[in-house]
Nanobody
Framework: QVQLVESGGGLVQAGGSLRLSCAAS????????MGWFRQAPGKEREFVAA????????YYADSVKGRFTISRDNAKNTVYLQMNSLKPEDTAVYYC????????????????WGQGTQVTVSS
């Protein structure tokens, strides 16, 4: 089993940057592919980015491609989401999740979820 805890959210002005972290517990972290999702008020949870267990492949939603970067450090059991050039429409609760399937962009495929961290981008 994997437990996930996100951190790094906050309030930032449009054009600014934030780095989210997701710390995982459990010795099997390095065997899971990891994803980031987000959910804005009144909207469905949407896929943001994913990274393969080895870190050698990544995949992004078109809405964040070129602005966000997902990475992982298996020695630290942590996955990151570097968010640059933030826009007000990026405002949402961001969740990290673990999955054995690659590539998984549907939230239903993910096995474990964190509690989420709020990101608010002001205009």
């Amino acid at each position: 089993q994997v437990q996930l805890v996100e951190s790094g959210g906050g309030l930032v002005q449009a054009g600014g940057s934030l780095r989210l972290s997701c710390a995982a517990s459990g010795r099997t972290f390095s065997s899971y592919n990891m994803g980031w999702f987000r959910q804005a008020p009144g909207k469905e949870r949407e896929f943001v980015a994913a990274i393969r267990w080895s870190g050698d492949y990544t995949y992004y939603a078109d809405s964040v491609k070129g602005r966000f970067t997902i990475s992982r450090d298996n020695a630290k059991n942590t996955v990151y989401l570097q968010m640059n050039s933030l826009k007000p429409e990026d405002t949402a609760v961001y969740y990290c999740a673990a999955v054995t399937y690659w590539i998984a962009t549907r939230s239903q495929r993910y096995d474990y979820w964190g509690q989420g961290t709020q990101v608010t981008v002001s205009s």
